[in-house]
């Protein structure tokens, strides 16, 4: 098993930046694919960036040019560095593991991008 536990969000004003990162534990040996999606309220989760265990990424078009996904393997950490944060970044924001054919995710961290 993996447990994932994220840290990093809040309220920001519009135009801002915050990095969110995720901590994994347990069966990490295994982990190949990180990654992040986020839930607004009345919408459905969505994609934001993924970033294999060699350090290829991919990126929703809603992120591209201002989040950075990142993780460290030493460190059992993936980061999403968000820039120019608009409202509606404005989610829940869920970090997940790919490990041995499962998949984990993390309880969230809320970011509110509001002036």
């Known amino acids: 098993q993996v447990q994932l536990v994220e840290s990093g969000g809040g309220l920001v004003q519009p135009g801002g930046s915050l990095r969110l990162s995720c901590v994994a534990s347990?069966?990490?040996?295994?982990?190949?694919?990180m990654g992040w999606y986020r839930q607004a309220p009345g919408k459905q989760r969505e994609l934001v960036a993924v970033?294999?265990?060699?350090?290829?990424?991919n990126y929703a078009d809603s992120g591209k040019g201002r989040f950075t996904i990142s993780r460290d393997n030493a460190k059992n950490t993936e980061y999403l560095q968000m820039n120019s944060l608009k409202p509606e970044d404005t989610a829940v924001y869920y970090c997940y593991a790919d490990h041995g054919g499962l998949r984990s995710w993390g309880p969230g961290t809320q970011v509110t991008v509001s002036s």
């Open positions: 970033i294999t265990k060699g350090g290829n990424t």
């Open positions: 347990g069966s990490i040996f295994n982990i190949y694919t």
